[in-house]
């Protein structure tokens, strides 16, 4: 909790200055989910002040994790790399909390955190912040949004190379393989429930057989753009492999499941693909559920994909969601 030396006046000039051009749709909006509004009043009755003056680093990256931090006032820089030459993340403002990914993913600091202006802050011990989750069991979803927005800002730390297919943007094999354990070990802790949807291109063969495989390339491409675009902030697309996809869907249960995938499905196909000719295709979808389903990875994949054969002998272009 101690802060750290000064960063070089140049550097926090040139921070001043990107904070005021930074367009004001890309400031992280202030948190209001039960999450946040629970830490503050844990805040109120445990957190420690810290004062820090323009130019003072809270903690550097590769740090011990050993609490958050609420800004009162002021802003901070989220930064990572060499501090000589930084790259710059993203801000934080009053309402923020900073140094909670670390924190809840039992990591060391993921970037370097400094004070721009002078800045106010609430410190929060991990001891403390364990309190939390007894005085709210309901909140493991919001914090899990919150968390989530979180890693998409700092993908750079937290996924290396192969995290991501090169082909269609969607994470890998290898990605979903590590993440859904982690999915797993999250919705324990923090007692919330998700999906793992396994998504399977119809016919897919028959467009790599009719059109050639660079057609086939642009279906694949063009099919996870869609689905991308239609997921929330803590959904999850992963290449399976070939024309298998998997989502991981953070909140979605046995009732939401079925609708959410549907619609999905129709949104993401409602229009043909390309031209010379536009190619129109379906996917199959099998839905497992966490916990209702198992609560170890080999129990979710087989329940997911025996669904998938079923929309498939159903006819296709479906989704098969009965839970146990």
């Known amino acids: 909790m101690t802060p750290k030396k000064n960063i070089s006046a140049t550097l926090l000039e040139k921070l001043q200055t990107t904070y005021e051009r930074f367009p004001a749709q890309e400031h ?7 999450f946040a509004s629970g830490l503050r009043d844990l805040l109120d009755a445990y957190g420690e002040d810290v004062i820090l003056p323009a130019g003072k680093t809270l903690f550097y990256e590769n740090d011990e994790a050993d609490g958050l931090y609420w800004v009162e006032s ?17 801000f934080r403002v009053a309402g923020h909390v900073v140094g909670e990914i670390a924190l809840l993913e039992g990591v060391k600091r ?12 609430r410190f929060l011990s991990q001891e403390k912040f364990k309190g939390l989750l007894a005085m709210l069991p ?17 993908k750079q730390a937290e996924y290396g190379a192969g995290m991501y297919d090169h082909l269609t943007g969607a994470m ?3 990605a979903f393989d590590m993440r859904l354990t982690e999915e797993i070990e999250r919705a324990q802790t923090y007692q919330y429930t998700f999906s793992l949807v396994f998504l399977d291109l119809d016919h897919f063969k028959a467009v790599n057989d009719t059109y050639g495989h660079a057609r086939g390339d642009e279906v694949l491409k063009e099919f996870a753009r869609r689905v991308m675009d239609d997921l929330r902030t803590t959904d999850t697309l992963f290449r399976y492999g ?3 996809f998997v989502l991981l869907l953070q909140g979605i249960d046995e009732k939401r499941g079925p609708g959410f995938v549907q619609r999905l499905l129709d949104s993401s ?4 693909i390309g031209a010379n000719p536009p190619i129109t295709i ?3 979808a099998g839905i497992a559920y966490f916990p209702e389903d198992g609560t170890l990875l080999e129990e979710l994949l087989k329940a997911a994909d025996e669904r998938v054969y079923v929309a498939k002998a159903q006819g296709r272009g479906r989704v098969a969601a009965n839970a146990r």
Request: proline fraction near 3%; charge should be negative.
């Open 110 to 121: 993921t970037a370097s955190v400094v004070a721009v202006t002078k800045t106010h802050l």
């Open 282 to 284: 379906s996917f199959s």
């Open 172 to 174: 890998s094999r290898q």
């Open 74 to 90: 002021g802003v901070m820089a989220i930064l990572q790399g060499d501090l000589e030459k930084p790259h710059l993340l993203t």
């Open 242 to 244: 070939g024309d298998e």
């Open 138 to 154: 309901g909140f493991g979803l919001d914090l899990m949004r919150l968390l989530s927005a979180r890693l998409r800002q700092v």
């Open 269 to 272: 196909l409602n229009s043909p």
């Open 28 to 34: 992280a909006e202030v948190d209001e989910s039960q």
